[in-house]
């Protein structure tokens, strides 16, 4: 039987009354702690302040451009005399960017930093938001009140209009008969009497190795002829048409069997007949006999034959075979191609060739970025184009497909406006003046001399 | 603190305050340009807030320093630093939209997550665990006295052994006063002693002794002695149950005497275990506040400047 009471009297004696007098470890604990782990961050954040400056400051890395100067807060930190804030302004921006205007007629022109947000980490600052665009591209205004482009875009996959090239009544301009269709066949007589396949990129191409497959003997290789177009990467756009790159090796221009496949030059008519004039000249010089001889004309139209004529003298057979040759030029060779116009003369006026160069003036597009797909994935329509005025550029549908603003993070493409159109209008670019040293934008850290 | 019906009104104000600050949080991230910042009007709406809950939340402990002041109820003060030190966390996570920042901001998060979630875990224990501990610790005492009881308990079993031995052995004089009172009853009355109603049994006295010496006051004296035998409460009565075999019926209420010392013994130290880890949490989350509200200031100035 327990004996052993609880009351009340008993349990009170055992008590030390004072014993909240005396600290416990365990409040001992908390008070030092609660001394030591402030005392031990003030620590920390002076040891950081002493060591890196104002980094330790910083709301987070700086992007890859401006990480060289990320000891140098001040650089854009502009504190102003006398002041206490030290918020980033455009003039610090514009101390080493030029940040030409977008628009004239623009109602308003946001802060750099709006735009191109810094301490986000090791990232573009070209990449910026779309809603930095929408804010005034959803319901566009201007000064002088009249819209130039689409007033309502909210994103690549929201109200953005179909590429300019391709809304109604719009035709290539390019001006020389080319056939898609035609040339995408197999078995076509290639140079040298072969038969060949043409593929996209023996005409199509942006830079790299080798040479035009279809060119004339002796024309450049490829990276040394791509123009660039006023884009620093010369991979991005593909190069123009040229006679010499891309047909000269099937569309040969032979003028006279007499020369063998001697061709007249690629030129004005002009500078054709100059050449044929100086060629037959040459040639009756040499062959005197020649001018009694009566053959006909080495190449004949079927439905157009040309009867042969006999000339009296050398004068008067020079200008037979060039009229022959030029005969055969301008109504074969040439107007395959070219449309030629007469002109009351002996020669015809040919059209110049307008090709586009870049068929989305206020967009970019990169070729090369795109190099691992099919041309005709998005071009889609080439291999059944038969007309010149047909523009076969991919409809915005075929970008949609991989491209989503929300890019990445929806398992697609970048669609950000950013990736295809630039805000500043670079073409009024100026120059911008150096004004910093290297201790200016690295600070005091010392570069390391090799000893010896 | 238990968490019941009167925080209502400030659970409900809370909640309210969260969801007004989360619906304004929404669309002000979606539409802004260039994502949620600390530095635009609505994120540093959000950072005010949050820090002047944290402030107040920290005064609590100015507040229970000087208990005389004039400044509403403690317990006010108390539903006040748990239900708006709750909301300050999520109204920072906006401020920063989401992102922890630089290297200051960073460190400053990363304390805020671990004040806000030993706060939560704190607030959880100090509503279930006070009233568990009454249910399983009937002999619980002050925290602060149990060296100094399990110092009684010891002497108190120390007095218990001695008192049976005696008893065992034959000495009137240390016999109690109960055993003499059943001596008395039971005894006959030719002169006999006391102790000859009790039979003298010293190779059992001595068992006592050495059970005194190298299991009783060892485990009583030590704080935890987890390890030992008699801090087992199966394995302790059955030592008990075989003194009880050789004891004597008379003297079986000091053997559970003894048994109820080692199970107080016991239940002081679940108390102690309890009570670390009742108040454990405070060791992380008062310094850790001090040091917060601290960085935190600097962060407020800083950011103002730059």
Redesign the interface.
Same mark, same amino acid.
């Given at each position: 039987?327990?004996?052993?009471t609880?009351t009340t009297k008993k349990?009170a004696k055992?008590?030390?009354l004072q014993?909240?007098a005396r600290p416990?470890p365990?409040r001992r604990?908390?008070f030092w702690?609660?001394l030591?782990?402030?005392a031990? #961050?003030?620590g920390?954040?002076i040891m *950081?302040r002493a060591h890196g400056g104002q980094?330790?400051?910083?709301?987070? *890395?700086l992007s890859r451009a401006h990480a060289v100067f990320t000891e140098q807060?001040a650089l854009c =930190?502009v504190t102003q005399a006398g002041a206490?804030?030290? =918020?980033v302004n455009d003039k610090a921006c514009l101390a080493c960017h030029d940040a030409p205007l977008h628009h004239a007629n623009q109602t308003f022109t946001p802060e750099c930093a %709006?735009?191109h947000?810094e =301490?986000k980490g090791a990232m573009l600052l070209q990449a910026?938001?779309d %809603? #930095?665009c929408t804010?005034c591209h959803a319901q566009l205004s201007t000064r002088d009140g009249q819209a130039h482009y689409a007033t309502s875009i909210t994103g690549f996959d929201n109200q953005h209009p179909e590429f300019a090239p391709l809304r109604s009544g719009k035709a290539d301009p390019g001006g020389v008969r080319l056939n898609h269709y035609l040339h995408l066949q197999p078995g076509l007589m290639g140079p040298n009497n072969t038969r060949v396949q043409m593929t996209c990129d023996d005409c199509h191409r942006t830079a790299g190795g080798g040479v035009w497959p279809y060119g004339a003997p002796g024309v450049l290789p490829v990276a040394a002829t791509q123009p660039t177009l006023g884009h620093p990467s010369n991979q991005v756009y593909m190069a123009l048409p040229e006679f010499a790159k891309h047909c000269a090796a099937c569309h040969t221009l032979q003028f006279d069997k007499r020369f063998g496949n001697e061709q007249v030059p690629h030129d004005k008519p002009e500078v054709v007949r100059a050449f044929l004039l100086k060629r037959f000249g040459d040639y009756i010089a040499a062959h005197p006999e020649a001018v009694h001889e009566v053959n006909p004309p080495d190449r004949q139209i079927p439905e157009r034959v040309r009867v042969p004529r006999v000339a009296r003298n050398a004068a008067e057979w020079v200008q037979f075979r060039v009229d022959d040759a030029q005969w055969l030029l301008y109504a074969k060779t040439c107007k395959q191609c070219h449309t030629l116009t007469p002109t009351g003369g002996p020669l015809p006026e040919v059209a110049k060739s307008n090709f586009t160069a870049r068929w989305m003036a206020h967009a970019e597009f990169d070729h090369h970025a795109h190099r691992m797909m099919f041309c005709t994935a998005c071009h889609t329509r080439t291999t059944d184009s038969r007309e010149t005025s047909d523009v076969l550029l991919p409809g915005i549908q075929t970008c949609q497909q991989c491209h989503r603003p929300q890019g990445a993070a929806k398992e697609a493409a970048e669609g950000r406006c950013f990736e295809c159109h630039e805000y500043h209008d670079w073409s009024k670019a100026k120059p911008t003046k150096g004004g910093f040293t290297i201790q200016q934008l690295r600070g005091s850290i010392q570069t390391s001399v090799p000893k010896g | 603190m238990l968490i019941d019906r009167t925080h209502r009104k400030w659970f409900v104000g809370s909640i309210a305050g969260l969801a007004v600050a989360t619906a304004v949080y929404i669309p002000y991230s979606l /539409?802004?340009?260039? @994502?949620p !910042? @600390?530095g635009s009007a609505v994120g540093l709406t959000y950072g005010i807030a949050g820090f002047l809950f944290m402030l107040f939340a920290g005064l609590l402990g100015l507040r229970k320093k000087f208990p005389v002041w004039r400044v509403g109820r403690a317990q006010s003060w108390m539903r006040g630093h748990l239900w708006l030190g709750f909301i300050s966390f999520p109204l920072i996570l906006f401020h920063g939209g989401f /992102?922890f @920042?630089?290297?200051?901001?960073r460190?400053l998060m990363w304390?805020f997550v671990f004040v806000w979630i030993s706060g939560i875990v704190g607030a959880a224990l100090q509503h279930f665990m006070p009233r568990f501990q009454t249910a399983q610790l009937p002999?619980e005492?002050?925290?602060?006295?149990i060296d100094?009881?399990r110092g009684?308990l010891a002497e108190e079993a120390g007095n218990l052994v001695e008192e049976t031995c005696s008893a065992l052995e034959g000495e009137v004089s240390r016999a109690s006063e109960?055993q003499r009172a059943m001596s008395a009853s039971a005894g006959t009355q030719g002169g006999l002693t006391v102790a000859s109603g009790l039979q003298a049994n010293q190779q059992v006295s001595a068992q006592l002794r050495q059970f005194l010496d190298n299991e009783l006051r060892p485990y009583l004296e030590r704080a935890g002695a987890h390890a030992m035998s008699l801090a087992q409460g199966s394995q302790a009565h059955a030592m008990f149950q075989q003194f009880r075999v050789l004891l004597p019926p008379e003297l /079986?209420?000091?053997l559970?005497?003894l048994e109820?010392?080692c199970e107080e013994k016991r239940q002081l130290d679940k108390q102690s275990r309890l009570h !670390?880890i009742l /108040?454990g949490w +405070? +060791?992380v989350h008062?310094? +850790?506040s001090?040091?917060l509200l601290? +960085?935190g200031a600097?962060h407020a100035v800083?950011a103002?400047?730059?």
């Open positions: 039987m327990l004996r052993r609880r349990l055992r008590i030390d014993y909240f416990h365990f604990w908390r702690l609660s030591s782990i402030p031990i #961050a003030l920390w954040f *950081q980094k330790v400051y910083s709301s987070g *890395q807060c =930190h206490f804030i030290a =918020h %709006a735009c947000v =301490h910026t938001a %809603a #930095a804010e | /539409h802004s340009p260039q @994502g !910042k @600390g /992102h @920042g630089g290297l200051l901001t460190v304390m002999m005492t002050i925290y602060e006295q100094r009881v009684q109960r /079986h209420s000091n559970d005497d109820n010392i !670390k /108040h +405070l +060791l008062i310094p +850790l001090y040091a601290l +960085l600097v800083v103002l400047k730059f």
